[in-house]
């Protein structure tokens, strides 16, 4: 058996670079489920899990279902047989790229396993705890230098993100307790083991985790965005966001970190959006491309409650032409405008704002690939008169839009097409999907747009008691000859 020639040369296979992907592979097949390491859930996307992403079930969550038949008493032994063979090797085997490869693949095919993970993660950390320990205790005998060390190698940091994502809940908290509180300050300045740091932001279910971080980590957001640890921070507002904690405080601490160094409002406008969006750049819009993880972290606030990030809410509706134009043809700057326009728990009237200001630019944003997503979620921001700008826009455009790779789609999506042959039809369709969408958010509930204060909630309001009221009447008119007919049977049967 393949397990079993494995298993009696673990040493060897765990290091040798033709042996250990086919490890991996069999690995695979016994727990029914992908086990080579993965550079997705390892990236900075796994780490701004709920950021970035909508929040809720991951592929790479602990309790994840496997994707394929789960060999399980046959795993379980090939483990114990190998780990047991490679025990004096472990320290060695997490410094070798094959290695780690190797033990991060053991991680992920016990994945939602406790019993298991409650074994091999503390042998992984160094120690070996008698069957029975009690949970919180597993870790006792763990050497708190060795996994610092192993926390700050370069190969070793690798592992230690594998087992924080492997986790469960209780052997995570016990993680955290032992490793991290008290000491997350210093391993966000390190420039490996912040990536650790990151990890256990990304991997936590804990909103006591979150919290301690904003305690030892908040008033520090601006320094270490000016130390190029700003993964650190991302990482700390997704899980803000992921577990719905905190998130006033640390929008806070990010908005005293982005105006330390720099004016808080040039003009009359708040700098906190454009400093997120060009985080890297001295010139501000001018400078170019926007930072991706400044990107990354203002599409993040904008997920929190709408009353935690006011201000970053009016620095964004309050942004130049120019510079909302340079964020919308970005690829992250437009994933953050984006997830503003699309937030119904916003102020339609901040929305209205910002696409206002885009007006004079939807041409340019329909031909640029980034741009069209933003101007597709402008179209779904604006009333009647903006949704027809927007396709006039790109009408005028027709032969520049439909040359592009994304046009074609873009202009059926809106229906120019139909709006260029018969304009009060696309009118007619148009109003008829607002009445649609308006009696589905009266149904299901959703954002106001009454809250502005422009009296669209009434005018709503109005359509829905006059059509509650044709209801009725329609019954009425419906029952009447029922009626009728029942009271002629009673009179001749008299």
Known sequence: RVADAVAATAIDSAYDPRVSPVARALLSALSGRECA??????????????????????????????????????????????????????????????????????????????????????????????????????????????????????????LFEAILRAAPKGLMGEIFRRFFRDKMRALASHPTANFTLQAMLGAT????????????????????????????????????????????????????????????????????????????????????????????MLQTVLKFPPDCVPHFVESLASMTPAELLSAARDAGGSRA????????????????????????????????????????????????????????AIARDEQKVAATRHGPFLMKRLGVAEFNKAPEQWHRRTEKAEDVKADFLATFGGAEEGDDGDGDGDRRDGKRKASEGSEEERVAEEESPKKAKKEKKEKKKK
């Not at 750049?281 to 991706?292: I, K, L, N």
Request: hydrophobic residues 40%; proline residues 4%; glycine residues 10%.
């Open 205 to 296: 279910r804990d909103p006591e985790h979150v919290a301690a971080a904003l305690q030892e980590l908040g008033q520090d957001f601006g320094s270490l965005m000016r130390e190029r640890r700003a993964g650190v921070v991302a990482a700390t507002l997704a899980a803000c966001a992921r577990l719905r904690s905190g998130e006033r405080d640390a929008a806070k601490s990010l908005a005293r970190g982005l105006t330390a160094k720099g004016p808080a409002r040039v003009g009359g406008r708040s700098q906190l959006a454009p400093s997120l969006l060009w985080m890297d750049q001295h010139s501000g819009a001018a400078g170019g491309r926007c930072s991706v993880l400044g990107a990354a």
């Open 37 to 158: 390491p993965s550079a997705k859930n390892a990236g900075l996307a796994g780490k701004l899990k709920g950021g970035t992403s909508a929040a809720g079930a991951f592929d790479d969550a602990p309790d994840a279902p496997a994707e394929r038949h789960v060999f399980q008493s046959e795993l379980r032994a090939f483990s114990d047989a190998v780990l047991a063979a490679l025990e004096p090797e472990l320290w060695n085997l997490s410094e070798d790229a094959c290695g780690s490869a190797f033990l991060q693949a053991m991680l992920i095919a016990h994945k939602g396993d406790t019993a298991s993970l409650n074994w091999i993660i503390p042998g992984f950390l160094g120690c070996a705890p008698e069957e029975g320990t009690k949970e919180g205790e597993l870790l006792a005998d763990a050497d708190a230098d060795d996994v610092r060390r192993l926390a700050e190698s370069r190969a070793g940091s690798h």
């Open 337 to 392: 405008l984006e997830a503003f326009l699309t937030n119904p728990a916003h102020k339609p009237k901040l929305k209205r704002e910002l696409v206002e200001a885009l007006r004079e630019s939807f041409g340019a944003l329909a031909i640029s690939a980034c741009g069209s997503h933003v101007l597709q979620a402008c179209y779904g921001a604006s009333d009647a008169r903006g949704r027809e700008q927007i396709v006039q």
